[in-house]
């Protein structure tokens, strides 16, 4: 017989075809219930383990992959960082010879981070996950070989119950079914020694990589920090050289307290003026003054009012924690750094979290800001009287409100 190619002959072409052909038409008939299937529900549930294990080994590794990058991303980002501080430092400065060392030992813990990662971790998973291509082919092999068994069984029995024996075709048939059982129990009894123990094999995988990795991991910020500890040494003693050019950095109001600045609360419906004020920078003590605003006497807003600014000069000067003209900065029965009392003049609707609420006739007492940095013109800080009386919950119940909404009256 002719060859068709390398090692495939016509017959081998024609063999392969009619065993597709006997394994669609089994699996047709098995499916409409006209023949039995053979059933291994302990073989069954070993696949689906494979499968699980297999997805959560593939998962693993897709994830590890990704820190991997994230750590060269990180190495990367640190090298040029220390890149910067080798520029900006100049050579006459005390420690810049330690400063190269310590930019020169980060790149190499980095680096050897990296490795290590790799060789203990990724390589060992990438060893883990080599052995189930091999196996998964096995099993559809012998899912394939379970077919041409129970097809070669119903064949062999349909000669048996047969009006006519054939005795011939019955041996022919028989040597047939031995064979295919034969082939199907070998691959059979291999698979469920190494499935079951595959499966058993993931624990102590997964304790292995994980242990790997935080050895990994503790051992590099362990070095890390020896070298952070050594960069913040060799600055203390650029500080201490050049202590007279440190340069000073103030803390920056938060983003709802800047917004303040740019923020104009609303007129009072019903175009009252209202006074405010007038700040006296001698002796502190505030002179009040009545303006009227054109167009209906509308009161302006904290940012276009003509008022001066209300910062710190509008409370009273402390020394030691007592007020100027010996009052106590505190009472008793007053909320801490009480100042004064204002009452509104007019409904004020809140727009942020940090602002008071306020109806005509409320009393609010006010206080200090923590940070007199965060404080805006024309705003004031304070805690209603009737929230304090109540709850004397000083923390929840302050918030900052416009001032020219209110009228001072203690």
Not at 56 to 84: F, I, N, P, W
Not at 198 to 219: C, M, P
Not at 377 to 385: D, N, S, Y
Request: charged residues 30%; negative net charge; glycine residues 6%.
């Amino acid at each position: 017989m002719a060859e068709m190619g390398k090692g495939v002959t016509a017959g081998k072409i024609a063999s392969n075809v009619q065993k597709k052909l006997t394994r669609a038409q089994e699996k047709v008939l098995q499916k409409l219930g006209k023949a039995d299937e053979t059933k291994d529900e302990q073989f069954e549930q070993c696949v689906q383990n494979f499968n699980k294990q297999l997805f959560e080994g593939s998962k693993l590794q897709k994830d590890l992959r990704t820190y991997l990058a994230s750590v060269k991303a990180m190495h990367e980002a640190s090298k040029k960082l220390t890149e910067c501080l080798q520029e900006v430092y100049e050579p006459e400065w005390p420690g810049s010879s330690e400063t190269n060392k310590i930019a020169e030992n980060n790149d190499l813990l980095w680096t050897d981070f990296h490795q290590k990662l790799v060789d203990q971790a990724l390589l060992t998973m990438d060893t883990y996950l080599g052995q189930f291509p091999d196996i998964k082919s096995r099993i559809a092999k012998r899912g394939r070989k379970l077919v041409d068994y129970d097809s070669a069984r119903h064949h062999y029995e349909s000669l048996q119950t047969a009006k006519k024996k054939d005795e011939a075709k019955i041996a022919k048939a028989e040597e047939e079914l031995v064979k295919a059982q034969k082939v199907f129990e070998e691959m059979n009894i291999d698979l469920q020694e190494e499935l079951p123990s595959l499966w058993n094999s993931r624990v102590g995988f997964y304790v292995n990589t994980f242990q790997s990795i935080a050895g990994l991991e503790e051992n590099f910020h362990k070095e890390m920090s020896k070298l952070n500890q050594n960069l913040n040494d060799v600055l203390v003693d650029l500080e201490k050289e050049h202590g007279s050019s440190t340069y000073p950095v103030k803390a920056q109001p938060s983003d709802s307290t800047s917004a303040k600045a740019n923020k104009t609360p609303s007129s009072p419906p019903d175009g009252t003026p209202v006074t405010s004020p007038e700040t006296k920078t001698v002796n502190h003590e505030p002179e009040p003054s009545t303006l009227e605003t054109p167009g209906g006497g509308i009161p302006k807003s904290p940012s276009q009012s003509s008022l001066p600014a209300v910062v710190v000069e509008t409370f009273p000067a402390t020394v030691n924690g007592t007020v100027e003209g010996g009052a106590p900065s505190e009472r008793a029965d007053m909320p801490p750094g009480f100042l004064f009392k204002v009452q509104a003049m007019h409904d004020y609707t809140a727009t942020d979290n940090d602002e008071l609420q306020l109806k005509t006739g409320d009393v609010v007492l006010v206080i200090p800001f923590d940070n007199p940095e965060e404080q805006d013109e024309g705003w004031l800080m304070g805690v209603k009287e009737s929230d304090w009386l109540q709850h004397k919950e000083f923390d929840q119940c302050r918030g900052v409100f416009p001032e020219n909404f209110t009228e001072r009256v203690q």
